[in-house]
């Protein structure tokens, strides 16, 4: 009974590391990316609740990325504290195996690969896709924020904007062209085949419209290479319906688990995700989301290397996290190619299970030699 308290005490430091250790480097990594995220309001003109929306649903594709790191860190640092403590000397002394231990690292790594699988299956993709949603459903609010002086915009799709300066709301010399003949009411020849500029030396800008005075409209034909130029004292311009160049689409890592999986298996899929060059980037996202948390009870392992009473080097601290270190390194590297070869998918798939069992059986036949030489 007071053994399974000091079990249960374990496990609940270990969680709490882990889950401190996940906060921290998953907020870390928002903060940077966040500095990214500021192209919403200054690049696209959306709104800032949009903004902090949008980076605390992208909290959750990151905190995924970190689990097996923060699990090594937490049970790395457990097991080097209680050993520095020689906390672990009062267990063995008082008739607890090391293989207990071992099993309780082991059922500590179960939890954190469950966790890790609601993460990566329901949750990631779930808040993910819902953050692109966000920028469908909500506009930008304004063209102001857009408009920087002395450099070409391309914030939206197939214009171009130039604005020499800028003074609160109000602009001068401006060059607007229009790729996308979204201004071709504009001129007497509608055709699709013409590409739009506009100058003018003032302007004003009131949310999504622009008021510009004394400019001209030139008109460029493909087909004839003609110029129509039509001067204005004012001109009224509307961006209500166009739109960012912001991506709006959802992304591959966006899709949930189960239409991957149809498009994988079953081609039960759309062909946009189908086809065949996008199935070499669908295979890595379904390893990481679904095989990659098998390597989490082999860092428990590994970490168990810790414990070990031995003087050789292969068993130094430093050896041992470097073991698991390399082994998250590896799995980086190598989920990419899982959807090149097969070979690499097989190994992939393989390898953790391997691993389990032979550093299992191998800690077993370790520990019962130490035992028996005790």
């Not at 009974?1 to 969680?15: G, S, V, W």
């Not at 171009?160 to 020849?189: A, H, M, S």
């Not at 311009?237 to 959802?250: A, G, M, R, V, Y």
């Amino acid at each position: 009974m007071h053994q399974n308290k000091i079990f249960y005490n374990y496990l609940i430091e270990i969680f709490k590391t882990f889950l401190l250790i996940l906060f921290g480097l998953s907020l870390i990594a928002l903060t940077v990316r966040a500095v990214n995220f500021l192209d919403l309001i200054v690049e696209n003109g959306y709104p800032t609740s949009v903004y902090f929306t949008y980076s605390f649903l992208n909290l959750f594709g990151l905190a995924p990325k970190f689990i097996p790191l923060s699990f090594l860190i937490a049970i790395f640092v457990f097991i080097y504290k209680h050993l520095e403590n020689s906390e672990f000397l009062i267990l063995w002394t008082s008739g607890v195996k090391k293989m207990q231990l071992v099993n309780l690292f082991l059922i500590a790594s179960l939890v954190v690969l469950i966790f890790y699988l609601i993460f990566s299956i329901f949750l990631t993709p779930t808040m993910m896709n819902k953050s692109r949603q966000l920028l469908v459903k909500d506009e930008y609010n304004s063209i102001l924020p857009t408009l920087k002086t002395n450099e070409f915009n391309d914030s939206f799709k197939n214009l171009i904007f130039f604005v020499e300066k800028k003074v609160d709301n109000k602009i001068q010399n401006i060059f607007l062209q229009d790729n996308g003949n979204y201004l071709k009411k504009l001129t007497p020849n509608s055709s699709n085949k013409q590409i739009t500029s506009i100058l003018a030396k003032s302007g004003i800008v009131q949310k999504k419209e622009l008021f510009l005075i004394n400019g001209q409209i030139i008109s460029f034909n493909k087909e004839s290479k003609k110029n129509e130029i039509i001067k204005f004292d004012q001109l009224t311009l509307n961006f209500s319906d166009i739109n960012t160049t912001q991506i709006k689409q959802p992304k591959i890592q966006e899709t949930s688990t189960v239409k991957l999986i149809s498009c994988a298996f079953y081609n039960k899929l759309d062909n946009r995700f189908c086809s065949n060059e996008s199935k070499k980037e669908i295979v890595p996202i379904l390893n990481r989301r679904l095989s990659l948390p098998l390597y989490i009870p082999v860092i428990s392992l590994l970490s168990s290397l810790l414990i070990v009473k031995s003087k050789k080097k292969y068993f130094n601290k430093s050896l041992v996290f470097f073991y698991c270190f390399f082994l998250l390194v590896l799995i980086e590297l190598s989920i990419k190619y899982t959807g090149l070869s097969s070979l690499m998918q097989t190994i992939f798939l393989l390898l953790p299970l391997f691993l389990i069992l032979t550093l299992y059986i191998f800690l077993n036949r370790t520990f019962s030699r130490e035992f028996k030489s005790s």
